[in-house]
């Protein structure tokens, strides 16, 4: 089936420094990425759609300068949270798209800015 | 817009019990897909079932069951006999399904399951 690989699973940073997160599709091509948020026992929050070879799609409230997505490739679509803070620290999980209606979904990114 | 409510913030269960987690849904499309995750605490999703809006047939596979009520706009979720690894969050979700990308999940809040001995 179609499997997404996202990387880091777990990562601390130091406050005001930036962090990436790389979701792979590692056996089809992913032409819509969707990049999600969770705090603590709270639901995933859409952040933004982003579509390959074109700029992403930000959701209302979610910064764009502060949460860069590039999806410059049909396998690879990377999340950079810039200048990271302590209110930062949260779950982030990619998806895609598969087929017509189908999701898969990486297995989640826990960052913790101190 | 869509939106999708589970009331129940959380439900414990002495295991083997029967429990139906509820999900309610709202959208303006006549065509959508409304999904269950299950988020163990390890945080990955696992995806359990997909339902498109024309097929309203309950589905049954093994101890999970659904119960898809057009009428009510309503996906429940029911678990037979369940176990101590079924206990996680438990998400219903949402998406249109149009054509052209796009077509972005909503998800509810979740529900908080537990299932103690």
């Known amino acids: 089936g179609a499997v997404v690989s996202q990387h880091p699973s777990r990562v601390i940073c130091k406050s005001g420094t930036s962090v990436k997160i790389e979701c792979r599709s590692l056996?089809?091509?992913?032409?819509?990425m969707f990049w999600y948020r969770q705090f603590p026992k709270q639901s995933l929050m859409l952040m933004a759609t982003?579509?390959?070879?074109?700029?992403?799609?930000?959701e209302q409230g979610v910064e764009k300068d502060k949460f860069l997505i590039n999806h410059a490739s049909l396998t690879l679509s990377t999340l950079t949270v810039t200048s990271a803070h302590p209110e930062d620290s949260s779950f982030y999980i990619c998806?895609?798209?598969?087929?017509?209606?189908?999701?898969?979904f990486g297995s989640g990114t826990r960052l913790t800015v101190v | 817009a869509q939106k999708v409510t589970q009331a129940q913030t959380e439900i414990s269960v002495v295991e083997k019990e029967d429990v139906t987690l509820d999900c309610v849904y709202e959208?303006?499309?006549?065509?959508?897909?409304l999904f269950w995750y299950k988020q163990p605490p390890s945080g990955e999703l696992v995806f359990l079932i997909r339902?498109?809006?024309?097929?309203?047939q309950n589905e049954i596979s093994g101890r999970y069951s659904w119960n898809f009520q057009k009428s009510t706009s309503s996906f429940n979720f029911t678990i037979t006999a369940s176990q101590v690894v079924d206990s996680a969050v438990y998400f219903c979700?949402?998406?249109?399904?149009?054509?052209?990308?796009?077509?972005?999940?909503?998800f509810g809040t979740g529900t908080q399951l537990k299932v103690e001995l």
């Open positions: 982003s579509n390959e070879g074109s700029k992403a799609t930000y």
């Open positions: 959208t303006r499309d006549t065509t959508y897909y």
């Open positions: 998806s895609a798209r598969v087929g017509f209606g189908g999701y898969t």
């Open positions: 056996d089809f091509q992913a032409t819509t």
């Open positions: 339902r498109n809006s024309f097929d309203e």
């Open positions: 979700a949402l998406s249109e399904a149009r054509t052209g990308g796009g077509n972005k999940l909503t």
